[in-house]
């Protein structure tokens, strides 16, 4: 039985290998990326059995995407929709250190999810439901999963985790924010960015920010900073946690990785201060390599990563 479940649009991810503009790539690489998926092999990989559920197409990028999740481990439902197409993501590396996506998207299978994708008894079951914004944004029957998803946790006593991961490229700011910050007044735990908190009460501060979403009942907000690390409000204290130093290659993920290093410790148990350790370590981690969940951690490699440096693995 799953103890963590989530839902969302999973897609081919097909990204530039060299450096420089998609106009002149010769050599691609595939593979998959999707929010909620790269949460849920991230917290597989951290020993939490996982559950993810998404619609794909009935093309081989959909039985890419069901064979890759499951072959991390996950418990994978995917509907297979014979009606549109799986959707499509490019990464560009414009330079070294700054990465471009696009989004082949719109019509596609998984943004067409529907409440009646999401089976009796999975969410009831599970300790905790991950749900992020993006599936807010996909379409109106994605939203009325989502919104479904979060009513059945909150009746079954399952735990909710919300990221806003607001997308530009799938509605205003005007029009995501007030959609947003409804859904995040229905979770327990909040994640954002600056930016992303902002969109939810404009020219509020983050502890204003924090405090609205407490009144609404929600616990925590968790702050992702980038390189600058992270922070979480609580009614009683604020905790901060530096990042750690790592050679970025690609950040696109690290916000993922992030949510399943702090998810799986809220689950163990561990302190505020202990799951953000362990948060940033895996957001550092998932900054080393190109793939959007590839180079997120397990337990063991964290350890590597806080223990003494310059020891040799042997
Ligand atoms: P995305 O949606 O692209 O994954 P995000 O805005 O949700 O990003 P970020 O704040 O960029 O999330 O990153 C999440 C976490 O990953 C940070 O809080 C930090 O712990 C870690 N992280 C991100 N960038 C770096 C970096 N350059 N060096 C070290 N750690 C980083």
Not at 119 to 136: D, K, N
Not at 231 to 246: I, K, M
């Given at each position: 039985r799953p103890r963590v479940v989530t839902l969302g649009e999973t897609m081919a991810l097909v990204r530039a290998t060299e450096i420089g503009s998609l106009r002149h790539a010769g050599a691609l690489a595939l593979g998959i990326g999707g929010a909620e998926s790269n949460v849920a092999i991230g917290l597989r990989r951290l020993g939490v059995d996982v559950s993810w559920l998404g619609r794909v197409g009935d093309d081989p990028l959909g039985e890419r995407v069901a064979r890759e999740i499951r072959a991390e481990g996950v418990d994978v439902r995917c509907p297979v929709d014979a009606d549109a197409p799986t959707g499509l993501m490019l990464k560009e590396r414009t330079t070294a250190s700054a990465?471009?996506?696009?989004?082949?998207?719109?019509?596609?299978?998984?943004?067409?999810?529907?409440?009646?994708?999401?089976?009796?008894?999975?969410?009831?079951?599970?300790?905790?439901?991950?749900?992020?914004?993006?599936?807010?944004?996909?379409?109106?029957?994605?939203?009325?999963?989502?919104?479904a998803a979060i009513d059945r946790a909150a009746a079954a006593g399952t735990t909710i985790a919300f990221d806003v991961n607001f997308r530009s490229s799938l509605a205003p700011a005007g029009e995501a924010g007030p959609v947003l910050r409804d859904l995040a007044e229905r979770a327990d735990v909040v994640f954002g960015n600056a930016e992303e908190i902002g969109l939810l009460h404009p020219g509020a501060d983050v502890e204003d920010a924090a405090a609205r979403l407490r009144a609404a009942g929600g616990s925590e907000l968790v702050l992702k900073r980038g390189s600058d690390g992270a922070?979480?409000?609580?009614?009683?204290?604020?905790?901060?946690?530096?990042?750690?130093?790592?050679d970025a290659v690609d950040t696109v993920g690290a916000g993922d990785a992030f949510v399943a290093g702090y998810l799986s410790g809220l689950l163990e148990g561990l302190s505020v201060s202990e799951r953000?350790?362990?948060?940033?370590?895996?957001?550092?981690?998932?900054?080393?390599?190109?793939?959007?969940?590839?180079?997120s951690p397990t337990l063991r490699d964290i350890a590597r990563l806080l223990g003494p440096e310059g020891d040799p693995v042997r």
């Open positions: 990465t471009a996506v696009l989004y082949y998207r719109a019509g596609s299978a998984g943004s067409r999810l529907a409440p009646e994708d999401i089976p009796p008894g999975w969410i009831e079951e599970a300790s905790l439901l991950h749900v992020s914004g993006i599936t807010a944004l996909l379409s109106d029957s994605a939203r009325s999963a989502l919104s922070a979480v409000f609580r009614a009683d204290r604020v905790v901060e946690a530096p990042a750690l130093r790592v953000l350790v362990r948060a940033n370590a895996c957001g550092a981690m998932a900054c080393t390599g190109p793939g959007d969940w590839e180079s």
